[in-house]
C-alpha cells in the first residue's frame, strides 16, 4: 500500500469555483506540504504542515488555504480557482528532522478553464 | 538568489558514462534528499544526508555540511537514468523543505 495518497488524481474546474485536494499518508509523519510544479519553475512550497492545525505558508500561498485536523490528512483548498492555479500538485509527508525519508504523492493534474 | 542551486540545468550524455550533479544550498540543514522524477511520473526519493556518503547500486551520494554541498554520481549511466534530478534541504530552523529548479539528465544509448 502506498504511504501517502493523493485525491483526486485529476480535476478540471472551471474558474471561480471552489476546489479540495486532499492528501493521505500512513506513516504517522508530523510534517506535511503541498507543492505545485510548474515547467520553469520546478517545485514550489504553497503550504506546509508541522502537526495536528499548526500550518504556515510557503512561497505561493496566495489564493490557497489549508487545513491539518488529523495527523494523517492535509487538505489544500482554492477557494475560487482561477487559471494561473492550472498546474501539478504534489503533497509530502516527513517524519521528525532529519529521522526519516521524505515521501510524495502521485501528484494532481489540476485543469482550471 | 535561491536558497538551493543545482548544476547543471541540462545534462547530456552517452550511455555508460559517469554523471555528476552538484548542489549548493545556503541554510543551514537537517538533512539534504536527493529525488528523481521521470517524465510525467512521479517525485521518488533516492537519498537522504545528514553527512558523508551513501551508496545504492550505481547511485552515490556525498556531502560537504562546511561547504553546504553535495553531489549526486551516477556511475555507468544507462537510458533508463534519464529523468529529472532534484536537491532538496530540509531548513534547520523551520523543517521547510526548499527545492533546487533540477536537473534534466538525457542518457543516450
Known amino acids: 500500500d502506498a504511504g501517502i495518497t493523493q485525491s483526486p488524481r485529476h480535476k478540471v474546474t472551471e474558474t471561480g469555483t471552489p476546489v479540495t485536494l486532499r492528501c493521505h499518508q500512513t506513516e504517522n509523519h508530523r510534517y506535511m506540504y503541498w507543492y505545485r510544479q510548474d515547467p520553469g519553475h520546478g517545485l514550489r512550497l504553497i503550504h506546509y504542515?508541522?502537526?495536528?492545525?499548526?500550518?504556515d505558508k510557503g512561497e505561493v500561498s496566495d489564493g490557497y488555504s489549508v487545513s491539518r485536523s488529523k495527523t494523517e490528512d492535509f487538505l489544500l483548498t482554492l477557494e475560487s480557482a482561477t487559471s494561473s492555479q492550472t498546474s501539478v500538485y504534489f503533497c509530502?509527508?516527513?517524519?521528525?528532522?532529519?529521522?526519516?525519508?521524505?515521501?510524495f504523492g502521485a501528484g494532481s493534474r489540476l485543469t482550471v478553464l | 538568489k535561491n536558497e538551493v542551486e543545482q548544476s547543471p540545468q541540462n545534462l547530456t550524455a552517452q550511455e555508460g558514462e559517469f554523471i555528476t550533479i552538484n548542489c549548493s544550498y545556503s541554510v543551514g540543514i537537517s538533512a539534504l534528499h536527493w529525488l528523481q522524477q521521470h517524465p510525467g511520473g512521479g517525485i521518488v526519493s533516492l537519498f537522504m544526508l545528514s553527512s558523508g556518503k551513501k551508496k545504492h547500486g550505481r547511485l552515490i551520494a556525498t556531502i560537504n555540511i562546511q561547504e553546504k554541498h553535495s553531489s549526486l554520481h551516477i556511475t555507468a549511466s544507462h537510458p533508463r537514468d534519464s529523468a529529472v534530478y532534484i536537491c532538496?534541504?530540509?531548513?534547520?530552523?523551520?523543517?521547510?523543505?526548499?527545492f533546487g529548479t533540477g536537473t534534466r539528465l538525457q542518457v543516450f544509448p
Open positions: 532538496a534541504v530540509r531548513s534547520h530552523n523551520t523543517d521547510k523543505l526548499i
Open positions: 509530502a509527508s516527513a517524519g521528525h528532522s532529519g529521522a526519516n525519508v521524505l515521501t
Open positions: 504542515s508541522y502537526g495536528v492545525k499548526d500550518t
